[in-house]
């Protein structure tokens, strides 16, 4: 307790570093100004699905209206695109307003059963589909020779409907290149049964008398960064967090740097013979003032600027408050920590150019590698899982899905670890720098 | 009790002997000098009695104890090492309120110490601008905080004016009239003239000497006696036939005879004489007298 108290007089008692932590938060709470010089686009906002997620909404779709229970299987004899889209998909859909349910076959990841944009379920890698609606409950089933079926997925969905074949073709995604594709399908003549109003097939349809031949291209489902490139993800608003980080590594670095460069370690160990204790209460005073003023900032920048952005009129992908909340805490615990391996490098290191230097180059040069639009995807994400720049991961609010190809990159919002494991993986970095720290502080002659 | 205990020393760094079995002790009630050549192993010795250093061999106790194994080390020693051993940016007062609040104490307590010093208008200045005299006091001001019964100042003397040097002499000698124990490093004897009751002289790691003032002093005086006379050649002839040994500088300096058995030989044989007093050496000789082979660095003659 007594070393914990001298640690924080020497802390604040240094105006410089006092100031450098004012201005980290500063630099948070108000780095997001130099992004607004573009103003608002004319982009419209893109679609919502029914759970407030934007999504992409755009497919052929040959159908007929459905009242009540019916049922209605097709075999898909063929499914190509031009980009050999592993995402392109062909099979039977229930449409009923904003909500749907659809049983596909796709170019490489086998038969799904999929529903209102952001619901994807498995089945196995066959070619008859049937779509059987009874009673509110949609059944999605599969088979491989139209006799012997397995249940994929059930989903509720009432009232009247469209129902029909749809084909459907994102874009090819091949690294941070994105390409156009359009899907062409043969089915067999969908055989109907149940209670089908008297109408005809709507839509555009090659129809012979083997079957349907459909081209489509766009995509139902989930919309990601790329799909909605001037979206606003909540992690963009704590970009200050970058210019932040810099001044904190320098501020932690010369707390223990100058210590030696002006011999107060040697004062500071003969008042407090316990070295690792003084190393421990130097570090938790580093990491309480940091975390204190980086958590008063973005917990404020956050809601400040997400009323400015939207104020604007730009669109911001949706985030839960307890995600902003994660936000908000986790970029915190990556200044608090970050500051922590910078003051053990510094420990390690003694002097200040290089301890700086070193820790720059861990930490800030790999997020800011990682933000290179053009660098590829793989090594982004290298850069982001195995350095202390993964931790930036809390920042993430954009959802990845994995029936989605898109380019999940940090410059788009996207990291390849898990918040939590992000921050795991710094702590890791901090935990092993301290402990080296602690190590030759007491086998070192000062 | 001994405050300091020092016994056996030893510490190379790489191929050279800082401290080749440094051995003695500071008492309490007295100030004791260590003094040496510059690279004589003062600083060496006193970083291993803080223990920020470890000793190749042999043992350094403060009160008994090796100083890391103490809960408030400043309570027991207080110390200057380095009086440039501050952040510029701090005020002196605040680099005198962490070091107390490391050891339980507080703003009181830092504000006795630096009117002791007497710093009490320039406390609040950042120590980046104070002069290099300033600076010792604050460190002694430092070495003060946990009012300790032992006090361990590395060449204190640096840096100050000579109303400083005459502040600091009579205060480290109130220090050791209440009691406490107070070993003070120069490389300068000169500087312990008057204040020092008992010195510890060291060089090439290892003491030289250890002993009371006094007794140095007289050791290193003889029995000589310096005198005037307007007919050395006589002179110099009589007391040599007498069984002296005389030498002339600056007047006479005569050996092996006691005052009174010159006079007598001069009164015998009418010769005139004057000034014939005992020759009492400076504490500088004594150290120079004992140093003379042990200096690290020696300036070429011009």
Request: glycine share 10%; hydrophobic share 45%.
């Amino acid at each position: 307790m007594n070393l914990l108290r001298a640690e924080f007089t020497k802390f604040r008692s240094v105006p410089g570093w006092v100031r450098g932590v004012v201005m980290a938060a500063l630099l948070i709470l108000l780095f997001p100004v130099t992004g607004l010089g573009g103003g608002p686009g004319d982009e419209p906002s893109p679609v919502t699905g029914p759970d407030g997620q934007p999504v992409n909404n755009s497919y052929s779709f040959v159908h007929r209206p459905l009242t009540g229970d019916g049922q209605i299987t097709v075999a898909v004899s063929k499914l190509s695109s031009e980009q050999d889209g592993p995402w392109a998909k062909a099979g039977l859909m229930v449409r009923a307003g904003s909500r749907y349910a659809a049983i596909m076959v796709t170019g490489g990841h086998g038969v799904r059963m999929q529903h209102d944009y952001l619901y994807d379920k498995a089945g196995p890698a066959v070619r008859w589909l049937r779509l059987t609606r009874s009673g509110g409950t949609v059944t999605g089933e599969a088979s491989a020779d139209g006799s012997r079926w397995t249940v994929v997925d059930k989903v509720q969905l009432s009232g009247p409907a469209q129902a029909g074949l749809f084909v459907a073709c994102p874009s090819r995604i091949r690294g941070i290149a994105i390409a156009d594709d359009t899907a062409t399908a043969v089915f067999s003549r969908p055989e109907l049964a149940g209670a089908w109003p008297v109408a005809d097939w709507a839509g555009s349809v090659v129809s012979s008398d083997a079957g349907f031949t459909m081209t489509g291209r766009g995509d139902l489902g989930p919309a990601t960064r790329s799909d909605v490139p001037v979206g606003v993800a909540v992690g963009d608003l704590l970009f200050g967090t970058f210019p932040a980080l810099i001044v904190i590594v320098v501020v932690g670095t010369l707390m223990v740097t100058t210590e030696y460069r002006y011999g107060v370690i040697r004062l500071s160990l003969s008042a407090g013979t316990g070295r690792v204790r003084v190393l421990l209460a130097k570090a938790a005073v580093l990491a309480g003032a940091t975390f204190a003023a980086a958590l008063l900032a973005s917990a404020l920048a956050v809601p400040l600027w997400l009323r400015v952005v939207r104020g604007l009129g730009a669109y911001v992908f949706p985030a839960g408050p307890l995600a902003l909340l994660r936000a908000e805490v986790g970029t915190a615990a990556v200044l608090a920590i970050t500051a922590v391996l910078a003051l053990s490098v510094g420990l390690i290191l003694r002097r200040s150019a290089t301890a700086v230097t070193t820790v720059v180059v861990v930490t800030v040069l790999p997020y800011l590698l990682a933000l290179t639009p053009f660098l590829p995807p793989s090594v982004a994400q290298w850069m982001t899982r195995v350095t202390p720049a993964a931790a930036f991961a809390v920042q993430q609010t954009l959802t990845r899905y994995p029936q989605v190809d898109s380019v999940y990159t940090p410059a788009n919002g996207y990291y390849p670890l898990a918040p939590w494991a992000g921050l795991a993986v710094l702590c890791g970095y901090t935990a092993v720098a301290l402990a080296v720290a602690a190590v030759l502080l007491r086998r070192r002659d000062v | 009790m001994t405050s300091i205990e020092v016994a056996e020393l030893r510490k190379r760094y790489g191929g050279t002997t800082a401290l080749d079995g440094m051995t003695f002790t500071a008492r309490p009630g007295r100030v004791t000098g260590f003094v040496g050549p510059n690279g004589a192993g003062k600083s060496t010795t006193m970083r291993i009695i803080l223990g920020l250093q470890t000793a190749d061999a042999g043992h350094a106790l403060v009160c008994g104890q090796p100083y890391r194994s103490l809960r408030c080390p400043l309570r027991s020693l207080g110390s200057l090492l380095d009086a440039s051993a501050l952040h510029p940016a701090r005020s002196g007062r605040n680099h005198l309120l962490w070091l107390a609040q490391t050891q339980g104490l507080g703003t009181r307590r830092v504000d006795e110490v630096i009117e002791q010093v007497g710093l009490a208008s320039v406390s609040r200045r950042t120590a980046g601008g104070y002069s290099l005299g300033m600076r010792q006091r604050l460190g002694i001001a430092a070495a003060l905080l946990g009012d300790p019964p032992t006090i361990m100042l590395d060449e204190p003397f640096n840096g100050m004016d000579p109303e400083g040097i005459v502040w600091l002499r009579g205060f480290l000698r109130s220090l050791a009239e209440q009691g406490r124990a107070v070993l003070v490093s120069s490389h300068l004897m000169s500087e312990l003239q008057d204040m020092a009751e008992h010195v510890v002289v060291v060089g090439r790691g290892r003491v030289i000497a250890d002993s009371n003032v006094a007794e140095l002093i007289a050791a290193v005086s003889g029995d000589r006696v310096r005198m005037r006379t307007s007919a050395p050649e006589a002179v110099a002839a009589a007391l040599t036939a007498a069984g002296g040994q005389v030498v002339e500088a600056d007047g006479l300096v005569v050996r092996r005879l006691a005052a009174e058995q010159i006079v007598a030989v001069l009164t015998a044989n009418g010769l005139p004489f004057s000034e014939l007093a005992p020759h009492r050496a400076t504490l500088e000789e004594a150290y120079l007298d004992l140093t003379g082979d042990a200096v690290e660095y020696r300036g070429a003659p011009a």
